[in-house]
């Protein structure tokens, strides 16, 4: 089953609108993580947001934010005043701390983010 | 602080060969993980490797195995290699071997099965 929701498949924006990402998540495990990563067309992968699943406090950072809500399993990220090097496929991934699943990322199928001058 | 690497960059390989991909890991990190992205979707846990132990597997074939080394460096081998191989293998490194730290990724290794 997948664990791991990203319901958009691809959001396209114009340059300095504000972008969020959807992610819902599925898990009986009571202690999780979830992060994002971002996928620019190098294909490297790189961690942006990690948060634990005692910590519901929404954050921002620069132009990131999230808003983690147990209640709904949601993991939404948000984007503001996009840019055009925001453009990239972005990923919402789970990691469970039950013995077999001890370090495994469980990703989404990845969002595409266009932003467009 | 030298991140992760992984090499080759790119290989092409033949149905039934075998294949090894090298990643060396952060400075400091001592455990790797293993994942497959296929195009257009989300990378597949493989398997972790903590202080040279495997250290937790995903739903990947023994064709699929690995190495870590003292310092802390990791081999994915691949034998067999089948024509659904093909996609970007990605190494990943953090600081502990629990599910918590986040991971660090390097460019990955585009695999071509022909």
């Known amino acids: 089953a997948q664990k791991v929701t990203q319901a958009q498949t691809e959001i396209s924006v114009v340059e300095k609108e504000d972008v969020t990402l959807d992610c819902v998540y599925e898990?009986?495990?009571?202690?999780?993580?979830l992060f994002w990563y971002k996928q620019p067309p190098s294909g490297e992968l790189v961690f942006l947001i990690r948060r634990n699943s005692f910590d519901e406090q929404n954050e921002i950072s620069g132009r990131y934010s999230w808003n983690f809500q147990k209640s709904t399993s949601s993991f939404n990220f948000t984007i503001t005043a996009s840019q055009v090097v925001d453009s990239a496929v972005y990923f919402c991934a789970l990691s469970e701390v039950q013995t077999d699943s001890w370090g495994k990322l469980q990703f989404g199928a990845g969002t595409q983010v266009v932003v467009t001058p | 602080e030298t991140g992760v690497t992984q090499s080759p960059t790119h290989l092409i390989k033949t149905r039934g060969q075998q294949v090894t991909l090298r990643c060396s890991s952060q400075?400091?990190?001592?455990?790797v993980s293993w994942y497959q992205q296929a195009l257009g979707q989300g990378p597949q846990f493989i398997f972790q490797?903590?202080?040279?132990?495997?250290?937790g597997r995903g739903n990947f074939p023994p064709r699929f195995s690995g190495l870590q080394f003292p310092n802390y460096s990791s081999e994915l081998n691949v034998n067999a290699l089948e024509l659904d191989d093909s996609a970007l293998y990605l190494c990943a490194s953090s600081g502990g071997g629990t599910g918590g730290y986040e991971q660090y990724f390097g460019p990955g290794t585009r695999l071509t099965v022909t």
């Open positions: 898990t009986r495990d009571t202690t999780y993580y």
């Open positions: 400075s400091g990190h001592n455990t």
């Open positions: 490797y903590y202080r040279e132990e495997e250290n």
